[in-house]
């Protein structure tokens, strides 16, 4: 195989990627306009239904266009050496292979959150502000920006370097100390996330005594559960949309309940919600999702182990000079096909893992008050009640609202 049919064939799988997305957004949309199912007829009243579909389909058109311009610029950046261009800049700052690589990500890193910025103030500031959902100031916004680019460039930064270390010293084996390195970051990171990354964006406070948190340790009791760690974040300063969920093991196990959920969920539905994130603990989807993630992780890193020191890698995407940082790029995209297959494997177990939570809060609490907070929630965010299979088998983790209140009520 030579460098320019291997350009052609990663070219190829960028445009078919493209095309399926497209498609599964277009078969889903023509489902905006279906009558609500008699299960559903309490969510949406007609005025509140209109604002659902509007709100779907502007941001159907704003996928469109924003998706386009991606295409267009990620084809134009292949078909004119971009690759070539950047590695040529980082190498003339420095020839060491790590330093080079940390210039070359940090340079599309930043070029990648340039072009992307406008899209993300549009969809904030415009859309989402449109249809009440913005809380998020400007200040805010910058700030957001600011700190993921400092995370992503001491953390992703700090992996790839002695990933990058570790391939000079070991070459074919690398891949076992990679994996090594990001099994116990991964670990790391489930265990302290809400403790150590969520304070730098979000404020989170302990619940406090009342009436609420009573309910939420008779159930906790009941089941034999121990949390003492509740906490409520500030979602309200960036969105309207509440959300929850279970994080740690051990004595780091929390749960963090969004402003937003409580203040508009009633104590039992609040509850419920809790008892399905304990479901999640107790039937240990938890457990499974970071062994499967870790597993998944050491099969991508033995993949690329046996193509990354091929010189067509770099070659095929315009790069005269063979390096690891440039065929970990061609690599990403020539494994996104198989990335794609994984994700869809993922999603039917999270989905299914869906129903045993939801199964469990029902049977140790009530399933009512979870099917009244699930409908709450999904006319808060201005969900979609009729989606289409194929687009619910590709791109849902969750079961539909329809598909869990049927269930919940069997």
């Known amino acids: ?216 340790s008779e159930y906790a009791t009941s089941v034999g559960f121990n949390l003492d760690k509740i906490f409520i974040i500030d979602g309200s300063k960036r969105s309207t949309k509440a959300n929850a969920y279970f994080s740690g093991f051990g004595s780091e196990k929390r749960v963090t309940l969004f402003d937003t959920l409580v203040n508009e969920l009633e104590e039992d539905e609040i509850v419920a919600v809790l008892a399905h994130e304990v479901g999640h603990y107790k039937k240990k989807h938890i457990i499974f999702n970071l062994i499967a993630s870790i597993l998944l992780t050491g099969l991508t890193l033995y993949i690329l182990s046996i193509f990354i020191s091929n010189p067509l890698l770099s070659n095929a995407l315009g790069v005269k000079i063979p390096s690891f940082h440039v065929g970990l790029i061609a690599f990403g995209l020539l494994y996104s096909p198989i990335s794609e297959l994984t994700s869809l494997v993922m999603n039917y177990f999270s989905r299914k893992f869906e129903y045993q939570a939801d199964d469990y809060a029902k049977h140790t609490y009530k399933a009512e008050p979870l099917v009244t907070s699930l409908k709450k929630l999904s006319k808060n965010s201005l969900s979609n009640l009729t989606p289409h299979p194929s687009y619910v088998l590709a791109h849902y983790s969750h079961p539909t609202l329809l598909q869990r209140v049927r269930n919940l009520r069997k």
């Open 1 to 216: 195989m030579t460098a320019t049919t291997l350009f052609y064939i990663i070219i190829t799988i960028i445009i078919v990627n493209f095309i399926i997305d497209k498609v599964l957004d277009f078969l889903n949309a023509k489902h905006y306009g279906d009558a609500i199912p008699i299960e559903l007829e309490d969510v949406y009243d007609e005025t509140e239904y209109k604002k659902s579909q509007a709100y779907k389909r502007i941001n159907y058109k704003f996928g469109i266009w924003s998706s386009l311009f991606s295409l267009a610029l990620t084809l134009g950046f292949l078909a004119f050496d971009g690759f070539e261009y950047v590695d040529t800049i980082a190498r003339s700052y420095n020839d060491h292979p790590i330093f080079i690589a940390l210039i070359f990500f940090g340079i599309i890193m930043i070029g990648s959150d340039v072009i992307s910025t406008p899209f993300s103030y549009y969809k904030t500031f415009v859309i989402e502000e449109k249809f009440g959902f913005n809380k998020t100031t400007k200040k805010t916004f910058i700030l957001d920006k600011i700190k993921g680019l400092l995370m992503m460039a001491l953390i992703g930064g700090g992996i790839l370097a002695l990933i990058i270390w570790f391939y000079q010293q070991m070459q074919d084996s690398f891949w076992l100390y990679a994996w090594g390195i990001v099994t116990l970051f991964t670990v790391f990171m489930n265990m302290f996330y809400s403790k150590l990354i969520v304070p730098l964006f979000n404020k989170q406070t302990p619940l406090e005594d009342g009436s609420l948190r009573n309910k939420i």
